[in-house]
């Protein structure tokens, strides 16, 4: 029996699994973290950009990004396109530019005193008279292992959300597209955010990486998804951007979107969420890394607060996060009218906060 059971080291489950103190601590995780990538392992799709507040938590966390972390180039602008109005306008941003499955397995090499299992798939969860099964495989054989409290931070799609949660008014889910595009000797030193309301309600983005151009765009799920992507990416192509090279991976991932507050949940029947499982991300930017290592920082701060009773750790966590869910609050208004076409088109003739560029 495990005092804790985290299901998932994505920056959330790992942020909490580098902090458990003196925890009977298992963590299951599908990716093989320990070690570096290969070439056909699961991999997480995302645009691998640390925002300011990312890189704020980073710092918190007593963390630095080193130079092996980074991918080139590192820009400052984003030119922003929208496709209704027909505007362009450059904004200066502070992201850093970094390969995010280095940087999970730098998050990942930070945990210690955890029993720590890789290629894991869990599939199933139940609660128990003193605290949850999980049931998991591993190498084609079904295990189960008892955890007291169970902290599930296995992202966006979370199947432990689902089951431990299922009347619950549930975050809404994008489909993310994401395209590894050669620049054949091109270039593109800056980020590029698209708006086509046509075909999403959402955007669709460019990101410089070691040579290849990072295409994504957030899509509702359907059918006709993979379609639409080829129509944006199509109409970007006839807009001078340069996604017209070879393919080289295509990949596709949800990404959580709340629209309201009821829908960003800390927790539930005992079992806290973390990160994007529980809904934490900005739905103005999908910027979700910071809420991500915020809401393990917070959890962990619980538990040792608690002093190891899962129940009240689990309401102290969910005060805790009343800072972080006005913060998606915020972040939500701010889609509203980032998203509708009038406020944008507006915003964008307003030339507010826009920088001139050459490029
Ligand atoms: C296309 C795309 C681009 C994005 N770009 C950015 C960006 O540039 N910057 C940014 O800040 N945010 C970005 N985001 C959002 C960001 O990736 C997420 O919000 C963040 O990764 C959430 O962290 P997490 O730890 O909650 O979940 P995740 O990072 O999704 O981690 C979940 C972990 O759980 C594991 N897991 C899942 N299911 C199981 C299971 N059944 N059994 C065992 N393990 C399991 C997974 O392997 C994974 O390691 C992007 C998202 C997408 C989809």
Redesign the pocket.
């Known amino acids: 029996m495990f005092d804790l059971i985290i ?9 909490l699994a580098a902090r458990t103190g003196g925890l009977k601590t298992l963590v ?4 093989p ?1 320990e070690r570096p990538q290969r070439a056909g392992d ?1 991999e ?8 300011p ?2 890189q704020r938590v980073f710092a918190a966390c007593g963390y630095a990004l080193d130079n092996a972390l980074l991918c080139s180039p590192q820009t400052f602008l984003v030119r922003a396109l929208d496709l209704n109005s027909g505007l362009s306008r450059a904004y200066q941003r502070f ?1 850093a530019n970094m390969d ?1 499955e280095k940087f ?1 397995r730098f998050l990942f090499s930070r945990i210690a005193g955890c029993d720590v299992r890789t290629g ?4 199933d969860v139940r609660k128990t008279d003193v605290g949850f099964e999980v049931e ?1 495989l591993f190498q084609g054989r079904r295990y189960i292992e008892q955890g007291r409290f169970l902290a599930c ?8 959300r689902r089951k431990i949660d299922p009347a619950s008014r549930r975050t809404p889910l ?1 489909i ?3 395209q590894t595009i050669g620049l054949s000797g091109r270039e593109a030193p800056f980020y590029g955010s698209y708006f086509d309301s046509t075909i999403t309600d959402y955007y669709a ?1 460019t ?1 410089p990486k070691d040579g290849f151009l990072h295409f ?1 765009a ?1 899509l509702h799920p359907g059918a006709n998804a993979r379609a639409q992507f080829e129509t944006l990416k199509s109409r970007l192509i006839r807009c001078g951007i340069p996604l017209d090279g070879p393919v080289l991976r295509t ?6 979107r709340p629209c309201r507050v009821s829908q960003i949940v800390p927790g539930r029947c005992g079992a806290a969420f ?5 809904g ?3 739905s103005s ?9 915020q ?2 920082l917070l959890l962990a701060e619980a538990l040792r607060a608690a002093g190891g009773d899962p129940q009240n750790a689990l309401r102290r966590y969910e005060r805790n996060c009343a800072a972080l869910k006005a913060k998606c609050a915020v972040k939500m208004v701010k889609g509203r009218a980032l998203y509708h076409p009038l406020t944008r088109r507006l915003a964008m003739q307003s030339g507010l906060t826009a920088i001139k560029s050459e490029t």
Do not use: N
């Not at 299951?28 to 990716?31: D, S």
């Not at 930017?285 to 290592?293: C, N, Q, T």
């Open positions: 299901v998932g080291a994505g920056p959330a489950g790992a942020t299951l995780e599908k990716r973290l699961t997480k799709c995302c645009g691998g950009l640390l925002a507040d990312a992201y995010r999970d894991c798939t869990v599939k998991f931070a296995d992202g966006a799609g979370s199947l432990l994008y993310a597209i994401s983005w990101i994504g957030a990949q596709g991932a949800y990404l959580a973390l990160g994007e499982c529980g934490f991300i900005s930017s999908a910027e979700g890394i910071s809420y991500a290592i809401t393990g």
